[in-house]
């Protein structure tokens, strides 16, 4: 009987992992997001306010694409015998029509991300295609980054420091 590789006896936990969450707007102007472990609470979906102190979805999802990405690195390091010494990330984002979102007359065009582009810095005694395969691993285990990749024009660039 071969199982190893039959997919009608592979566990569905071995092939997805599901995650569920959920969010209350009580007073009507804020969302709570539940996790399994906390929750935090949202009040715009982005601002153009400068002054805004609040974090915006917008920058929660940039965060999370960021975090999510520099993880990656840090896990492939450690596999690797921690061989990184320095990380760091810029993410920038453009949307595409913003005008929509403060109601300016004669712009009803859905706003979007249209695009993305991330930098990696990283101090690391790697060199050449050792350099080049440490990074497409760590991108590859970075199920974010996989999804928008996906779905956008999303740039990724590796800096050396040295």
Do not use: H, W
């Amino acid at each position: 009987m071969k199982r190893g590789n039959d997919e009608r006896n592979a566990l569905y936990e071995s092939k997805m992992f599901d995650v569920t969450f959920r969010a209350t707007s009580n007073d009507l102007s804020t969302v709570k997001i539940y996790t399994s472990k906390t929750s935090f609470q949202i009040e715009k979906q982005i601002s153009f306010d400068s002054e805004y102190p609040s974090i915006t979805s917008l920058e929660y999802f940039a965060g999370s694409v960021l975090s999510s990405m520099l993880l990656s690195f840090l896990e492939q390091s450690k596999k690797r015998g921690s061989i990184m010494e320095e990380l760091e990330g810029v993410l920038s984002l453009s949307l595409a029509n913003p005008l929509t979102l403060i109601g300016v007359k004669g712009y009803e065009e859905e706003p979007f991300i249209s695009k993305m582009a991330v930098t990696i810095y990283l101090y690391v005694e790697l060199e050449g295609k050792e350099f080049e395969d440490f990074c497409a691993e760590a991108l590859a285990n970075s199920p974010i980054y996989n999804t928008l990749r996906r779905s956008m024009e999303f740039e990724v660039l590796f800096k050396k420091l040295v």
